[in-house]
């Protein structure tokens, strides 16, 4: 299985992004797909989940209304557009996979069984 995240990149703050996530080596459509970062000297943080067929969503109470999570099941992608960007956005953005109904929480990061490498966020002030 691979996950590959890009789209990242340098951006002035209130601007947007939009990071891709595309999958190989498994039934896309089997895996709820999540977002995480992780800062500079920070813990990673869930950032916003969607389940298998898109039509489930939740977010981080910090992006929830800024960020949106979709994916397009037919390219194999997961996508995580982020408008009203903030300097407190700047990380490192993971995307990941977790087996849809599997034991867990879409919201934890620990019961997310695969990861990509993580695209590079920064938002300067």
């Known amino acids: 299985v691979q996950l590959q995240a890009s789209g990242g990149g340098l951006v002035q703050a209130g601007g947007s992004l939009k990071l891709s996530c595309a999958a190989s080596?498994?039934?896309?459509?089997?895996?709820?797909m999540g977002w995480f970062r992780q800062a500079p000297g920070k813990e990673r943080e869930f950032v916003g989940t969607?389940?298998?067929?898109?039509?489930?969503?939740a977010y981080a109470d910090s992006v929830k209304g800024r960020f949106t999570i979709s994916r397009d099941n037919a390219k194999i992608t997961v996508y995580l557009q982020m408008n009203s960007l903030k300097p407190e956005d700047t990380a490192v953005y993971y995307c990941a996979a977790k087996r849809s109904f599997t034991s867990g929480s879409r919201l934890n990061g620990n019961d997310y069984g695969f990861w990509g490498q993580g695209t590079l966020v920064t938002v300067s002030s």
């Open positions: 080596g498994l039934t896309f459509s089997n895996y709820d």
């Open positions: 969607i389940n298998r067929w898109g039509g489930s969503t």
